[in-house]
């Protein structure tokens, strides 16, 4: 009985422990603290099915995950992309793969907020180094 209750213990004690390291390492990929000149934006990333061209038409999309707020700043190339990119890994061609999509080519279509015309982002990563190239929408 005994050694039941102290292993329940050392249980809630190891949970105790991962659930604030993990707490802490989300707060340090967190968006907030930002400039006020910031604005928002909502992005469904999806493969596209088109790899010989940067343009991706959505007829191409062959798969995407939920749409996830980030921030843009002044500067169109430079993304908080917080959470979102911390599931990226790279594959061999050096593009950013997230677990439980085809492997492929990458694209974030993202929907600006009014004040933003609609746009896609291709993210391409090396090593830890995130790359984003901005290209029109295409309807």
Same mark, same amino acid.
């Given at each position: 009985?005994?050694?039941?209750?102290?292993? $329940?213990?050392?249980?809630?004690?190891?949970?105790?422990?991962?659930?604030?390291?993990? $707490?802490?390492?989300?707060?340090?990929?967190?968006?907030? #603290?930002?400039?006020?000149?910031?604005?928002?934006?909502?992005?469904?990333?999806?493969?596209?099915?088109?790899?010989?061209?940067?343009?991706?038409?959505?007829?191409?999309?062959? #798969?995407?995950?939920?749409?996830?707020?980030?921030?843009?700043?002044?500067?169109?190339?430079?993304?908080?992309?917080? +959470?979102?990119?911390?599931?990226?890994?790279?594959?061999? +061609?050096?593009?950013?793969?997230?677990?439980?999509?085809?492997? #492929?080519?990458?694209?974030?279509?993202?929907?600006?907020?009014?004040?933003? $015309? $609609?746009?896609?982002?291709?993210?391409?990563?090396?090593?830890?180094?995130?790359?984003?190239?901005?290209?029109?929408?295409?309807?």
């Amino acid at each position: 009985m005994k050694n039941r209750i102290l292993w $329940k213990l050392i249980l809630l004690f190891v949970a105790l422990l991962l659930f604030s390291c993990v $707490k802490e390492e989300q707060s340090s990929f967190s968006d907030s #603290g930002q400039s006020s000149n910031t604005g928002m934006l909502t992005v469904t990333a999806v493969y596209c099915n088109n790899s010989l061209t940067p343009l991706c038409r959505q007829s191409d999309w062959v #798969g995407h995950t939920m749409g996830v707020r980030l921030f843009i700043y002044e500067n169109e190339e430079a993304f908080g992309l917080g +959470e979102f990119l911390r599931s990226c890994t790279t594959n061999r +061609e050096g593009r950013c793969v997230f677990f439980g999509l085809p492997q #492929g080519q990458f694209i974030i279509f993202s929907k600006y907020d009014e004040a933003f $015309k $609609k746009e896609q982002v291709r993210v391409l990563s090396h090593s830890n180094t995130f790359h984003y190239l901005i290209y029109p929408y295409l309807d």
